[in-house]
């Protein structure tokens, strides 16, 4: 059974960093993207970061490049998502989710939440002005 779980979420405030982590388990990650996602009060989920697990390759959305960092620990079958310099729009629930991608770009395949397969049950990120 695949589970992600994610922890690292809390207050900070802004300017403040936090790192989020996915704990994945259940299979093998080889051929999927790890995606982060955020979804705010009255908005609809956000793609934030993207990593393709066996190249390591990332994608991120604009409003986060410089501030945020996706990377993984294979030998702990952990993605983490570091974030800097929060802004009090960066609150939101951060989920992280898996797609398979092989054969696909990750840039092209990792944005859209309704092509990923599993999800983590979120993790609050809230970030004070």
């Known amino acids: 059974q695949v589970q992600l779980v994610e922890s690292g979420g809390g207050l900070v405030q802004a300017g403040g960093s936090l790192r989020l982590s996915c704990a994945a388990s259940g299979r093998t990650f080889s051929s999927y993207a790890i995606g982060w996602f955020r979804q705010a009060p009255g908005k609809g989920r956000e793609f934030v970061a993207a990593?393709?697990?066996?190249?390591?390759?990332?994608y991120s959305t604009d409003s986060v490049k410089g501030r945020f960092t996706i990377s993984r620990d294979n030998a702990k079958n952990t993605v983490y998502l570091q974030m800097n310099s929060l802004k009090p729009e960066d609150t939101a629930v951060y989920y992280c989710?898996?797609?398979?991608?092989?054969?696909?770009?990750?840039?092209?395949?990792?944005?859209?939440?309704?092509?990923?397969?599993?999800w983590g049950q979120g993790t609050q990120v809230t970030v004070s002005s």
């Open positions: 990593i393709s697990w066996s190249a390591g390759s990332t």
């Open positions: 989710a898996a797609r398979w991608l092989y054969g696909y770009s990750l840039r092209d395949s990792s944005v859209n939440p309704d092509e990923y397969d599993y």
